[in-house]
């Protein structure tokens, strides 16, 4: 009976305890549903919150680009995202898609007067940078024409350079905002390298590159051409902003001086300072040129035009290492070429140029040398002296009387000299044994046998050299040379070819005074009789008002117009 009792006792406890332990897992369980739902509902709130938040800046951030946009543009909003295209053509002005000339229009853009643009690239926002390290990569421009093709706007190589400087994406994507740029008063630009000061009016050349310029921004590099050459300026400094615009205005230009000196010249054009009287040491590699420059003042012009003295350009080189060539110039031809040049040199070993002006005028001024690296690296010396001129006239006249042929003369049959009768005999029987006579047409040097072999003339210009001198003539005279033009020809003909015809010749417009290129013919015959070139043809059509009446007359006929109508002579 006790056992009986005794088991069921502990049976009711047992059931008692795992009804407990269910009860206490039970209430768990509801307390952990509780708090995961009490968490839920907190973290949906935080993200609903934070949601609104974003919301509320990002239309903040739109109002406020709104804003910027509107304020850019005086009234007009304009901002399109493009694809960058490139294309070739001068200046800073961009072509935009036909929709974009539609946008504007409505909004009466084109009342206002000419359009700039504020370009900027569009990448990826990297997490914590600010968003002012966009800015550095951004320029201003104008606009050529509106016939790009939809979602895409086409960059000049100016503006393409200014606007990629470090890395070009697969896909450049760039933002387009009309922008109301103030007219510019001052701008202070800095050449990239040495040699832009030297080219003659060098103000006036890069006045010529701006022209096709319709703004200018801070930090941009300016590319300006002078026939083959090109230079980089940067810009430093803008006034009255950091972006102008540089249409139908008076900007005062400073060029500072650039960092570099003569210590990294090899792919430069620089002109060294040469002194007269002074040895300047240097060296030159095959194909390649180093430029010198000197002055020569008025009183030395004098001397030099009343023929008391010589210019004297002088080269010792040395044959073992190479060979040069010299080439000599006057303002404003800068760089003197194989092809363009007024004085040149092409003997082996060192050379003495004497330079005699054709124009008794065009003494003084600066001129420039070019040594040529004919073949290997060549080292010389070189030096510019203003040399008197020795007056032998009177010393060969008196010579020349004292040569006169005398009556018992008799002409040598070997070297076709007068000899005296007397020693007739023994003169030939030495002429014939050691001297001969070059029997070239028209060349008739008497010559020693020895000496003969190495005498040789051109097949071409039936000109005389020695042996070892005659693959350099060949090679300098007779090679056909490439005109960038496209024209095939000799030395002497490219030569006459560049300094006239050749439309890549550099003249001063006798209309806008600037050194440009010529051009071709001008389709005007009657500007061709006037001797004018492509580039005066279309420069001289610009109109201006008459001094004496006032009325609007081309340029090229302002001559004209005030002998037929002002009988002005």
């Known amino acids: 009976m006790d056992f009986e009792l005794r088991s069921a006792r502990e049976k009711l406890e047992r059931e008692q305890r795992e009804r407990m332990q269910r009860a206490k897992a039970k209430a768990d369980r509801e307390r952990r549903a509780k708090a995961e739902?009490?968490?839920?509902?907190?973290?949906l709130e935080a993200s609903n919150r934070e949601r609104r938040l974003d919301a509320a800046r990002a239309q903040e951030e739109a109002d406020q680009k709104m804003e910027e946009v509107m304020q850019l543009g005086k009234g007009i909003s304009f901002s399109h995202m493009f694809e960058a295209l490139r294309y070739d053509g001068p200046g800073d002005k961009i072509k935009l898609p036909p929709s974009s000339f539609k946008d504007l229009s409505d909004q009466g853009a084109l009342d206002k007067g000419p359009m700039y643009f504020r370009l900027s690239k569009v990448r990826d926002r990297v997490p914590g940078a600010s968003p002012d390290q966009d800015a550095e990569e951004a320029t201003c421009c104008g606009v050529l024409e509106f016939t790009a093709r939809e979602g895409s706007a086409q960059l000049p190589p100016h503006v393409w350079n200014n606007l990629f400087q470090s890395d070009i994406p697969d896909v450049p994507l760039i933002e387009v905002l009309y922008a109301s740029l103030p007219k510019g008063t001052y701008a202070k630009l800095k050449p990239e390298g040495v040699g832009f000061s030297d080219l003659p009016n060098h103000r006036a050349v890069l006045e010529t590159a701006l022209r096709n310029h319709a703004t200018l921004s801070e930090n941009d590099v300016v590319m300006v051409n002078y026939g083959q050459l090109q230079?980089?300026?940067?810009?430093?400094?803008?006034?009255?902003?950091?972006?102008?615009?540089?249409?139908?205005?008076?900007?005062?230009?400073?060029?500072?001086?650039?960092?570099s000196v003569f210590d990294n010249?090899?792919?430069?054009?620089?002109?060294?300072?040469?002194?007269?009287?002074?040895v300047e040491s240097g060296a030159v590699e095959e194909g390649k040129f180093r430029y010198y420059k000197f002055s020569v003042e008025e009183g030395v012009a004098e001397k030099v035009v009343s023929g008391c003295a010589n210019i004297e350009v002088k080269i010792e080189s040395d044959t073992s290492g190479g060979d040069t060539d010299i080439y000599v110039?006057?303002?404003?031809?800068?760089?003197?070429?194989?092809?363009?040049?007024?004085w040149s040199s092409h003997e082996m070993g060192s050379k003495v140029l004497i330079l005699k002006p054709k124009d008794a005028t065009l003494v003084s001024g600066l001129y420039s040398v070019g040594v040529y690296g004919f073949k290997g690296t060549a080292k010389f010396q070189l030096s510019v002296a203003i040399k008197d001129v020795i007056d032998t006239q009177r010393?060969?006249?008196q010579g020349s009387v004292s040569s006169t042929v005398n009556g018992d003369s008799v002409v040598c049959k070997n070297c076709k000299r007068h000899i005296s009768s007397r020693t007739s005999v023994l003169h030939e029987a030495y002429c014939v044994r050691h001297n001969v006579i070059c029997m070239h047409d028209g060349c008739g040097v008497v010559l020693r046998k020895e000496a003969a072999a190495d005498h040789v003339h051109c097949n071409k210009c039936g000109q005389a050299f020695q042996q070892r001198e005659m693959e350099k003539h060949m090679k300098v005279f007779h090679e056909p040379l490439n005109c960038p033009c496209g024209v095939v020809l000799e030395k002497e003909e490219m030569v006459k070819h560049q300094s006239s015809t050749c439309p890549f010749r550099l003249i001063v417009c006798r209309f806008c005074g600037d050194t440009v290129q010529a051009g071709g013919q001008p389709l005007d015959v009657r500007d061709r009789l006037r001797n004018m070139c492509e580039h005066e043809s279309i420069c001289g059509s610009r109109t201006a008002p008459c001094d004496s009446c006032g009325r609007s007359v081309m340029l090229k006929e302002m001559d004209i117009h005030a002998i037929a109508v002002h009988q002005k002579s």
């Open 265 to 278: 010249e090899e792919n430069q054009h620089v002109l060294v300072p040469l002194e007269t009287g002074k």
């Open 395 to 397: 010393i060969g006249e």
């Open 329 to 342: 110039s006057r303002h404003p031809l800068v760089f003197p070429t194989q092809h363009r040049h007024e």
């Open 231 to 259: 230079y980089k300026l940067k810009v430093l400094e803008l006034k009255p902003a950091s972006s102008v615009s540089v249409l139908e205005t008076d900007v005062e230009v400073d060029i500072e001086g650039p960092d």
């Open 37 to 43: 739902a009490a968490r839920r509902r907190d973290a």
